[in-house]
């Protein structure tokens, strides 16, 4: 709009561009504000090919774009996520391209939470659902390493702590030393590449990496995902020794064997000397021991057998004497079974009387009746006439056979019973006796003779002659050989 100078003369405003307007809003706020610190939410995390971090910061009323550099973010030691309070070092400007209000950060540090704890829980939690600390995985150390590795710094006090403990335990022990920085920037790639080369090489049993005790920024190195990784892809079994007793690393995590301390850690992987000689001084009394107790129970045994064979009449004898007394005792069970079934036979004889016998009997008694009934006067006498006579007549149409047949019956079933028994009895005491007469024929001193061997006796009382000790010159001796008898005559004695 013309504004009027004067009576006559207007001038027109001076308009800006959108850019050199955008330009110097950003110029002024720079200017007034320079680097200052924001604290807020974080929300919406957006990580760009380019490696650049976008995000936005938050409070309960306002919002701004957070910008961060990709050579800022290679810093960050923790990962963003949705819902982190955090404090922004940076400063505020605009994004001239599109008018934008942006807070370009330098330095993140999380709210309420170290940013190197931030860092060792998320690394943590994110390795433990991958499964590096899984103790499936663990292996279990050697239990005499010849060769055990070190991956520590050079100039450490923990180095020169583990060779002198591990030299005092086991002075044989060889040991191969990789070393590395293990603090500040760089260290992790440098412990991760020594395992690495000591996995390469190969000697070594067992590989201790460690250092002293230190600050949470000292000991960051083995909390770095870089030295899990190699600690889980490691073909020789690990052990972590990093810090003091209470400090816990990621390494420890990951490693077969986690170690309190440097020294502890070479206390672990190799035993002393001295006591694996007592143990096996020990286990060497104890071995000494038990062979010579299985030695003295072997030569009693063989003491025995040769006693036995140097006297066989003694196990033909005690075969002689079982087979007699098996013998007596399957006679006397023969004896006792005929005994009871001649018993039974004889009752069932007493009971089946002759058909002859038994119709004498009963003649004998209508007899008798027929006497009685003609003593007896009248009518009645009659009537008990009639009815004997009756009882004669039916008795006369009987046949006795039919009467004995159930007695027949009855014997034959306790004649078949009796046949029955008797194989039952029999059989397995004629079973006992082919069995006792087989041992008494392996054990008999014909059989000795068949191989061979002769029995040499005394030919005045046919005693045995065991030893040559035991005979005269001159003295006759009887020979049984396999076939026949030689008598013979001692002229020289071999002792």
């Known amino acids: 709009m013309a504004q009027e100078l004067g009576s006559s003369l207007t001038v027109e ?87 934008a209000l942006q807070f370009y950060a330098e330095e993140l540090v999380p709210r309420g939470t170290g940013a190197l704890q931030l860092a060792f829980e998320q690394l943590k939690q994110r390795l433990a659902r991958e499964g590096l600390f899984d103790p499936a995985r663990k292996r279990a150390l050697p239990a005499l390493p010849q060769v055990v590795g070190i991956v520590t710094a050079l100039a450490g006090r923990g180095l020169g702590d583990m060779l002198r403990i591990l030299f005092a335990r086991y002075p044989n022990l060889a040991v191969i030393v990789r070393p590395a920085r293990v603090q ?96 096996l001084g020990e286990m060497g009394a104890r071995l000494a021991g038990a062979v010579v107790g299985a030695l003295g129970s072997r030569h009693r045994r063989i003491e025995q057998t040769a006693l036995k064979l140097r006297r066989p009449d003694h196990a033909v004898r005690q075969t002689r004497q079982r087979v007699d007394e098996a013998a007596a005792r399957l006679l006397r069970a023969l004896g006792s079974a005929s005994r009871e079934r001649r018993a039974g036979v004889a009752g069932l004889a007493r009971s089946l009387r002759p058909p002859r016998a038994r119709l004498r009997e009963l003649g004998a008694a209508v007899a008798q009746l027929g006497a009685r009934l003609g003593a007896a006067p009248g009518r009645r006498t009659e009537i008990l006439r009639l009815a004997v006579r009756q009882h004669g007549l039916s008795l006369c149409q009987t046949a006795p056979y039919r009467a004995l047949g159930p007695g027949r019956q009855s014997a034959l079933a306790l004649s078949t019973r009796l046949g029955a028994l008797r194989r039952s009895v029999f059989a397995p005491r004629r079973k006992e006796l082919g069995e006792l007469s087989a041992r008494l024929d392996s054990l008999s001193p014909l059989k000795v003779l068949q191989r061979g061997y ?30 026949g008898l030689l008598g013979v005559s001692v002229q020289t004695r071999k002792l």
């Open 13 to 99: 405003p001076r308009a800006l561009t959108v850019t050199q307007l955008v330009r110097a809003v950003r110029e002024t706020l720079e200017g007034r504000l320079g680097e200052c610190w924001v604290v807020g939410e974080v929300s919406n995390v957006r990580l760009a090919a380019s490696g650049h971090l976008y995000f936005t910061l938050k409070d309960r009323q306002s919002a701004i774009n957070v910008v961060m550099f990709r050579a800022q973010r290679e810093r960050l030691r923790f990962d963003l996520s949705d819902g982190l309070e955090l404090l922004a070092r940076g400063r505020v400007s605009l994004y001239e391209a599109r008018g």
């Open 184 to 279: 500040g920037a760089g260290a992790a790639a440098e412990i991760a590449a020594a395992l690495d080369d000591l996995n390469r090489d190969g000697r070594a049993a067992v590989i201790i990496v460690g250092r002293g005790g230190g600050s949470l920024e000292d000991l960051w190195a083995f909390n770095e995902e870089t030295v899990a990784r190699a600690i889980y892809r490691s073909r020789i079994p690990v052990v972590s020794a990093v810090g003091h007793e209470f400090d816990y690393s990621i390494a420890d995590f990951v490693a077969d064997v986690r170690a309190p301390t440097p020294t502890a850690a070479a206390q672990l992987v190799v035993p002393e000397k001295r006591r694996l000689k007592q143990q």
């Open 454 to 483: 002769a029995v040499v006796t005394r030919a005045d009382d046919a005693s045995l002659v065991t030893s040559a000790a035991a005979v005269a010159a001159g003295e006759m001796l009887d020979v049984r050989l396999k076939q």
